[in-house]
C-alpha cells in the first residue's frame, strides 16, 4: 500500500544521492551522514510506496519504473525548492515584493512619474498607486491598505513617521482675462469679494484655503462653491466662474501654456512639503524600506519644476 503522506523530503534526497553517486557510500559522503542512515531512508521510502525502487548488478544501480517516478518528483521539488528560496532571499533583500503607495489626489499630477522611475530601479518589485482625497489616504493608512503615503501635511493620527520630500507651493489662479490679473498686491477687501472655487471637505487644499483666507481676511465672509476634483475647479477658473487657491504642482501646463495665470495675494506662494509618511507601529517590508530608501534619494527631482514655469 502506498503511503504517500509519510514520504519525506530526506527519503527522496537518498533516494537522488544514490543514484547520482552509484553507491550508498558516496551517497552518505555527499549527504554528510552515514551509509546506514542513507540504507535506513531508501527502506523507508521503499516501504512507503510498497514497491522496489533500485535494483543492484555488476556494481552499477539501475532504477526500477516506480523509482523512476520517485526521482523525477525528487527533481521537481528539488527545483521548486531552490526557487522558493531565491524568492524568500529576494523578498529579504528588497529585490522583490509588492508596495502599495497612497498618494493625496494633488499629487496624481507626479505619481504616475514617480511609479514609473521606481518600476526601473526595482523592476522586480510590485508598485500598487493609490489615490485619494487626505480623508481616505489617512483611512488606509490607519487600516494598514497601504504601505507608505506621500501627502503635504502628516497626521496626527494614526502616529506616522514623516521624512520631507521637497517643496509643495500653494498658489491663488484666475482666469488671464479675469480682472485681478496682473494687480500687484491685491488687498483682502478685493480678494475677499471673489467666488472662491474649493474642493470638498477633508481635503488638505480646502483645509489650506479657508485658513488663509480666515486670516488674510480676519474672518470676514466670503462666498464659495464645492468641487470634487483639482480638475473641475481649474476648468471652472479657466471659464471665469471664480478663483481658486491650488497646488502649483497641479497647474503647470496650465501655467505655461497662458491658460491659467497667478495672482498676486501678499503671503503667496504658501510653501509646505510634501512628506512620505508610513506607520510608527510595525517594521517596514524590505521592498518598502527599499522604495523609502530610493524615494528619498530622488530629493525631490521628481516634482514639476516651478522655477521654469516662473520663468
Not at 512507503?48 to 518528483?73: F, H, I, W
Not at 503671503?267 to 510608527?280: A, C, D, L, S
Request: aromatic share 4%; with cysteine; charged share 20%.
Amino acid at each position: 500500500m502506498l503511503h504517500a503522506n509519510a514520504i519525506s523530503l530526506k527519503q527522496l534526497r537518498a533516494l537522488a544521492a544514490i543514484v547520482e553517486t552509484g553507491s550508498l557510500v558516496a551517497a552518505a559522503q555527499r549527504l554528510n551522514v552515514t551509509a546506514p542512515a542513507i540504507s535506513t531512508q531508501l527502506k523507508l521510502l521503499e516501504a512507503n510506496v510498497g514497491a522496489r525502487l533500485l535494483e543492484r548488478g555488476d556494481g552499477q544501480v539501475t532504477l526500477t519504473e516506480p523509482g523512476c517516478e520517485l526521482l523525477s518528483a525528487a527533481q521537481q521539488i528539488e527545483t521548486t525548492l531552490g526557487r522558493c528560496v531565491r524568492r524568500v532571499e529576494a523578498l529579504q533583500a528588497g529585490l522583490a515584493g509588492h508596495v502599495a503607495l497612497g498618494v493625496v489626489s494633488t499629487g496624481k499630477y507626479f505619481a504616475p512619474r514617480l511609479v514609473a522611475q521606481a518600476r526601473k530601479a526595482m523592476p522586480e518589485v510590485e508598485i500598487g498607486l493609490h489615490i485619494g482625497n487626505r480623508s481616505a489616504i489617512i483611512a488606509a493608512i490607519a487600516e494598514g491598505r497601504v504601505d507608505l503615503a506621500i501627502m503635504g501635511r502628516p497626521p496626527r493620527n494614526p502616529a506616522v513617521v514623516a521624512h520631507p520630500l521637497g517643496d509643495h507651493p500653494h498658489i491663488f489662479i484666475a482666469a488671464p482675462e479675469h480682472p485681478l490679473a496682473g494687480v500687484p498686491e491685491i488687498p483682502p477687501d478685493v480678494l475677499l469679494e471673489e467666488l472662491f472655487l474649493m474642493r470638498e471637505q477633508g481635503s488638505g487644499t480646502r483645509i489650506l484655503t479657508e485658513r488663509f483666507l480666515d486670516q488674510y481676511g480676519e474672518g470676514r465672509l466670503y462666498e464659495r462653491l464645492e468641487f470634487s476634483s483639482n480638475e473641475t475647479i481649474k476648468q471652472a477658473v479657466i471659464g471665469g466662474l471664480g478663483i481658486a487657491m491650488l497646488s502649483a504642482h497641479t497647474v503647470v501646463a496650465e501655467l505655461e501654456h497662458g491658460r491659467l495665470v497667478q495672482l498676486d495675494v501678499p503671503g503667496t506662494p504658501i510653501v509646505r512639503k510634501w512628506f512620505v509618511t508610513f506607520p510608527e507601529t510595525g517594521p517596514l517590508t524590505p521592498a518598502t524600506e527599499r522604495f523609502v530608501e530610493f524615494l528619498l534619494s530622488l530629493e525631490g527631482s521628481f516634482l514639476p519644476d516651478m522655477a521654469a514655469v516662473a520663468a
